[in-house]
């Protein structure tokens, strides 16, 4: 036992050991989230949307796509932050009249009254995060549609945009034995 | 009289087989066991609803990740954006627009963020101005606006705010102190265009979480003497 600032001293390949040094040494914002037991480790994760109308696209009402990402059984995805890409700066690009909305089909809750304009969202490192994360459970899927409000308008540029979702997987144990994320 | 060899064979066969039987259920048994040590080792318990997944997640999660969506429905939130409605805002106009807050939850209105286009009519076209192009077509010159929330009839300002002042999707507006808005309460945000020729397409849009509020109903305002 070795007496280095009240710590035990680590054995060879005991991650109890490790994690309770971190805890020890650390400050709190410092501490790795992917050290611990196998239910309690996180680790970031970007989920991706694209969306694409084409090159100079014809832009109606009726202008819309639906595009979605499930996140995968092996764990739950805390949603931290949105934010989008684009390929053109033009009208079809960043300036466009594009409206973004998102639904959680988990919860069938939407995140917006009404569709909000891609603009509201940070592009590529200005992410808009949320101070409070959401759950998103294994097997959920999360759906973001793209559409318009310019009644008929002509676009110029590629229309490629990209969503990121950001934030971290945790796992969930027997996630399919919980069927929602509330009770009351 | 022998036993008959034959006989004496099956019986046994039939005490192994139940011996298995007990084997398996007890390494099933173990094997339960195990995890839930494990587990609990971990500090966690199984999993068996949303109250035990709350109670997990707050054991490993720092409390700054810990999601809000899991746990009482009267405690639960989750992000919202509330937008107002597209409509033109020609020169010399006042438009009235705002949102209003559905009944299910109520609104903690934590920043906004503006989304200002120039729109031309003949062939359509609306180009966002993109407030980080620093080269002077970044602005909505003439733009203005003014917020009101109609639950309390309080004004957050005494005179229009310059649109360009506010709201860079880069920089949110953020409210130092959040504000609830009530369920079925209405946000009445008002645009002027004082600009001699451009025609404006704003939207402003407020995020924050939904959080739902026992007999809402019943309260007139939030605020008591």
Sequence with gaps: MAINNGLDQQVGGDIRGLKKRLRHILPSYLIPSNVGGINEVSWPFYEQVDFDFGANPTVTPATRQTQSFQVSQEAALLLMGISRSYDAVTTAGNAGPWLIDFRDRQSARQFNDKPVPIQVFGTKGNISPLPTPMLIMPNAFFEVTMSTYATSQVLVGSSHHQFSFFGYRIRVEDADKVMSTIFG | ?225
């Design chain 2, 1 to 225: 009289m022998a036993e008959n060899p034959l006989l004496k064979l099956g019986q046994l066969q039939k005490v192994v087989q139940q011996i298995n039987i007990r084997q398996q259920y007890q390494d099933a048994k173990e094997k339960m066991l195990n995890e839930k040590e494990n587990l609990l080792r971990q500090g966690l318990v199984p999993n068996t609803g949303p109250q035990t997944m709350q109670a997990n997640l707050q054991s490993s999660l720092d409390p700054a990740m810990v999601p809000g969506n899991v746990g009482d429905i009267n405690k639960v939130l989750w992000p919202y954006y509330f937008s107002t409605d597209y409509l033109l805002v020609n020169p010399a106009e006042t438009v009235k627009n705002g949102f209003t807050v559905t009944q299910e939850a109520a609104f903690i209105w934590m920043a906004y963020t503006k989304v200002v286009s120039i729109h031309t009519a003949g062939p359509e076209v609306n180009t966002y101005i993109n407030p980080d192009d620093v080269s002077g077509a970044g602005l909505a010159p003439g733009l203005s606006f003014t917020i009101r929330d109609s639950q309390s009839a309080r004004d957050y300002q005494n005179q229009p705010i310059n649109l360009d002042s506010v709201g860079n999707p880069r920089w949110p507006t953020t409210l130092p102190r959040p504000l609830l808005i009530l369920p079925n309460s209405n946000v009445e945000i008002s645009f002027t265009n004082s600009h001699a020729s451009n025609i404006y397409v704003p939207f402003l849009t407020a995020f924050g979480y939904r959080i739902r509020i026992e007999d809402a109903k019943n309260l007139l305002g939030t605020v008591f003497t």
